[in-house]
């Protein structure tokens, strides 16, 4: 596409096409480098817009130019596209290098496509319509390309989120254990009588400690012997 990273433009059938006719979009023959060079004049090279066609599109600056002096509309609404391909090339920075590079590549070999349709509209040559077909087979690479990129990072998530249920399944196993534990326990203490006959009740009101005297003092006394000898 021309002015978007991942769905079709109307660049090219809303003007690009009016545009060839006007500004005879080609590059010089020394490249894209002299169109780059004269543009760094133009009073819109501040623009986001501008600056990504610059630097990675420049066969679109002598249409973005033929616009601007000639159809102001048309102009700011190509302009406004490119600024919204600036903003989605920055999503994609964001998930990574590899998806940056790879949306920047379709949005270049687009735009590239885009051009040579509006040619061909306007001047059928048979080297315009090969360059189409090898770059149809070039965006068709670079799609490949960008759905492996998004394969692998799904495969990469369905990793990360069983090894999150492995360790929710072992968390699960080791809070269950717990729990079994602090049942036993409630059963415990709750068979456990609370009355007068309690050790911790009798040891907080010394019955304990008396009780364990008075069994002491028998014990080293002796059995008693009662009664008058024969």
């Not at 819109?44 to 159809?71: C, F, I, M, N």
């Not at 040559?125 to 799904?154: F, S, Y």
């Not at 717990?178 to 009101?205: F, G, H, M, W």
Request: charged residues 30%; hydrophobic residues 35%.
């Amino acid at each position: 596409m021309l002015l978007a990273c991942v769905r079709p433009s109307s660049f090219a059938s809303s003007f690009a096409a009016d545009s060839a006719r006007g500004a005879d979009i080609s590059v010089p023959a020394n490249g894209p480098a002299q169109v780059a060079g004269e543009a760094k004049s133009e009073p819109t090279a501040d623009e986001a817009g501008w600056k990504l066609a610059q630097q990675h599109l420049p066969e679109l600056l002598p249409v973005l130019v033929y616009l601007r002096d000639h159809s102001p509309e048309r102009y700011q609404r190509a302009i406004r596209e490119l600024d919204r391909a600036v903003k989605r090339l920055e999503t994609q920075r964001r998930r990574g290098p590899a998806f940056y590079d790879v949306a920047l590549r379709q949005w270049q070999v687009r735009g590239q496509i885009d051009l040579i349709k509006a040619r061909l509209k306007v001047r059928p040559e048979a080297g315009d319509r090969q360059l189409l077909l090898t770059q149809m087979q070039n965006l068709r690479e670079i799609e490949l390309e960008r759905l492996r990129l998004d394969r692998d990072l799904v495969v990469q998530r369905e990793a990360a989120n069983a090894q999150r249920l492995t360790q929710a399944a072992q968390l699960g196993e080791r809070l269950n254990r717990q729990r079994n534990d602090l049942d036993r326990a409630i059963e415990r203490l709750q068979s456990e009588p609370v009355d007068a006959t309690t050790p911790a009740y009798q040891k907080a009101i010394g019955g304990q400690a008396n009780s364990s005297r008075a069994a002491k003092r028998e014990s080293s006394e002796g059995p008693q012997i009662t009664g008058k000898p024969e």
